[in-house]
Structure formats: C-alpha cells, structure tokens
C-alpha cells in the first residue's frame, strides 16, 4: 500500500494545507497594495510563497514509497500546474492580471524550496550520521548501511 503523508504526519498536512488555503484566498483577493515597497517585490512575494508551499509539500510527501526524484518530479509538476491554473483564475478577479513572469517566479521559488529540502535533508543525515564518541561502531559499518543522501 503507497502512503501519501509522511511519518511527519497529520500535523504537517495541516500546516501545508492552511497554508496553501491562505495562499489561494490570497491570490484570489482583488489586487490591493502590497506592504512591500520593492521592486519587483511581486515577483519575490511570488518567489517566496512557493518556495515555502514546495518545501511543506515534500515535508508532507517525503515517504519511501516513492524514489525522491519521482516525488521531486511529481511536487514540481503539480505546483507548475497549479501556479497556471491560479493565474488564469486571476483575470477573473477585479484588479488582477496573469503574468507569465509571476508564473516563472513561482516555479523558481518552487525549484529553490525543493533544492532547500535536499540541503537541508543531506545536512542532517551528514550530521547524524556521525560516530557519536560513545558508539563503539566502526565507521566502515556505519557508511556502507546508510545511503548517500542523494539517492
């Protein structure tokens, strides 16, 4: 049987769903003045809101199930298709235009929030995987049982 939430667990679910729920009541609101007085600062709230959207997602979908890339592959895909499916749905919305640009900023910011997950994810197995003084095990035995982190 495939599991679809990881060992994280219904709390993280939660979390990625309220988040992606005011992410979509966001979006959908007529266009008001954004708090940030940048440059560009629609491109970075875009940025930024997938970023975080794509690393809660493979918080949520990081089971053994799967290989990581597929579910990498499958994350992105289904962000890229929701990142257009919710700028087309925004020339409904008084005050809102879809931009391409705004979808390509998504899309980075999802590729950098699963690139986040992989750095953060190798650096914590490069540091619990470290012989604690107090193990007796020999460094040879621990190495060849724990899988690189990019695999």
Known sequence: ???FISRRGPIAAVVLLLYWFALFVA???PNVS??????HSDKL???TAY????FLAVVVLNTPDWSRWKRYALIFGLLAAYGAIDELFQLMVPGRTADVWDWLA???GAGCGLALFIAVRALF????SRELPWKK???VEKTAATPAPWQ
């Open 1 to 3: 049987m495939i599991k």
């Open 27 to 29: 979006t959908h609101l």
């Open 34 to 39: 954004s708090p940030l007085r940048v440059q």
């Open 45 to 47: 709230l875009h940025f």
């Open 51 to 54: 970023l975080i959207l794509a």
């Open 106 to 108: 998504d899309m980075a």
């Open 125 to 128: 197995l490069c540091c619990c």
């Open 137 to 139: 095990s020999s460094h």
